[in-house]
């Protein structure tokens, strides 16, 4: 499953990101394979997403969620 495929508040853990230059990105702003992760908001239009971990909050493509792989946490 991938992370755009989520609703809003729905969570999961992640599994891995697909990308490698969008990998260390989200690792620098605190996104570390291995933690919740938790779809916030969704943009009107379906894009972009507002996500969380932790304490870190982001605004993320659809294109690029769908390179994040997650499992659901129930």
Same mark, same amino acid.
């Given at each position: 499953?991938?992370?755009?495929? /989520?609703? =809003?508040?729905?969570? #999961?853990? $992640? &599994?891995? &990101?697909?990308? $490698?230059?969008? =990998? *260390?990105?989200?690792? %620098?702003? #605190?996104? !570390?394979? #291995?933690? =919740?992760?938790?779809? *916030? ?7 972009? &997403?507002?996500?969380?971990? #932790? /304490?870190?909050? !982001? %605004? $993320?493509?659809?294109?690029?969620? @769908?390179? !994040? *792989? !997650?499992?659901? @946490?129930?």
């Amino acid at each position: 499953m991938t992370l755009d495929q /989520l609703v =809003e508040n729905d969570s #999961g853990i $992640i &599994i891995k &990101i697909d990308d $490698i230059t969008l =990998e *260390e990105q989200l690792l %620098s702003l #605190g996104f !570390i394979i #291995g933690d =919740e992760i938790k779809v *916030e908001r969704i943009a009107p239009l379906n894009d972009p &997403i507002l996500i969380s971990s #932790g /304490l870190n909050y !982001i %605004s $993320i493509r659809k294109l690029n969620a @769908k390179q !994040i *792989e !997650i499992t659901k @946490k129930l």
